[in-house]
Structure formats: C-alpha cells, structure tokens
C-alpha cells in the first residue's frame, strides 16, 4: 500500500529556531500533500494544501510566513517553522493524495514539536 | 461548506463486545466521501473504512463495518468483537466533489475494558 513517510518523529528545541519538517511519499507520486496541527485531544486542523510546483494554499488563520511550506517534486513536500516559539509547540502531521478521487489519504506518523 | 459531527467524546466498551461510534455529517454535494480513521496515542492515523456516497452497500472491513444511512446523514462505525488494542482516539472524516480536502470530526475517544 501507500507509503508515506514524515521526519522527524520528535523534535525539541530552543526559542527561536526554525524547525524543517519532511514528508515523502515513498512508492507513489503526490502532486498534493496536506500539512496538519493537533493540539492535546484536539482534531486534525488543517493548516494548509501544498501543491507540486506552485505555492501553498493557506487556512484561514494560518500566517504563511511563520509556517513555509515547499514541494519541489512529486514525492517531497515540507514544512518549516520559523523563528520557533513554545505557542508552536504541537503535532504536526503530513498526508499524501494519491490523485483518486475519494480514496483515502495517506499519512505520515507525524512530528511532535516541543519548543522551550 | 462540509461539516462532521461526532458527539461523543468518549465511549467504554467491555472487550469482545460490539461498540458503534456515532457520526453525523452536512453537506450540500450529492458526491462525498466519508471515512474513519483510528488514532492510538502514539499518533500516526490508521485507516479504517471508507464509504462513497453513491455506494449502495455499507462498507465492511473485517470487523469494522459503516452503518450508512443517507437520508439521515448518518455514518456510523460499528467495530465488533473490541480488542484492547482497539482503544485509541477515532476520527469520522469527509471529502467532498472531486476535492481531496479533508474535513475532520472532533474524535471519540474507545477504551476497551478486560
């Protein structure tokens, strides 16, 4: 089945840092990804849809410069967070389209960012 | 716009039992797409079901099964014979048209009792 893999599991860091988060679609192409935030016992909140060779388009709510999203290919999309603040701390979780309509996304296992 | 609705945060079931999970959705496309997904604490989303709105037959999945009833709007996920490695957090969730967007419910979370 799809596999979609997302790096780093666990980060922890200082106040200020820039966190790159990674999500790869391992034996299929994406040309759309998604890029999730949970907090504690919270949905899944939709921050933003990253497309293959375009920008990313951006949830109301969501600041595009603090949350950078890229996808140079088919298989890569990632998420940086700038200039990192504890607020920021949270789940962060990627899925991938696989381009069939209605079939179900496919997700990476997420990133739980800790900011001190 | 697309909304799910799950109403209960929380949900018991004794092991081996049956337990449904309740989902109710909104939504103005006649062509939708509704799934589950599982959530256990480590927090990777596990697939569960998928239902299509034109789909005629409720969906199954071993012992997952999704009680469909349109005219009410409803998606219900009935999980049979609870295992302890069924307690996790449980979310309904819905694409609609040809969008791959998903909307998600606010989550039940099942804690299965020995």
């Known amino acids: 089945g799809a596999v979609v893999s997302q790096h780093p599991s666990r980060v922890i860091c200082k106040s200020g840092t820039s966190v790159k988060i990674e999500c790869r679609s391992l034996d299929f192409q994406a040309t759309t990804m998604f890029w999730y935030r949970q907090f504690p016992k919270q949905s899944l909140m939709l921050m933003a849809t990253?497309?293959?060779?375009?920008?990313?388009?951006?949830e109301q709510g969501v600041e595009k410069d603090k949350f950078l999203i890229n996808h140079a290919s088919l298989t890569l999309s990632t998420l940086t967070v700038t200039s990192a603040h504890p607020e920021d701390s949270s789940f962060y979780i990627c899925?991938?389209?696989?381009?069939?309509?209605?079939?179900?996304?496919?997700f990476g296992d997420g990133t739980r960012l800790s900011i001190l | 716009a697309q909304k799910i609705t799950q109403t209960q945060p929380g949900m018991f079931v004794q092991e081996k039992e049956a337990v449904t999970l309740d989902c109710t959705y909104d939504?103005?496309?006649?062509?939708?797409?509704l799934f589950w997904y599982k959530q256990p604490s480590s927090g990777e989303m596990i697939f569960l079901i998928y239902?299509?709105?034109?789909?005629?037959q409720n969906a199954t999945e071993g012992r997952y099964s999704l009680n469909f009833q349109k005219a009410r709007k409803s998606a219900n996920l009935v999980i049979s014979a609870s295992q302890l490695g069924d307690s996790a957090m449980y979310f309904c969730a819905m694409t609609q048209g040809g969008y791959q967007k998903v909307t998600f419910g606010t989550g039940t979370k099942l804690q299965v009792i020995p």
């Open positions: 939504t103005s496309d006649p062509s939708y797409g």
């Open positions: 990253s497309n293959e060779g375009s920008k990313a388009t951006y």
């Open positions: 239902q299509g709105s034109y789909d005629q």
């Open positions: 899925s991938a389209d696989t381009g069939n309509d209605h079939q179900p996304q496919h």
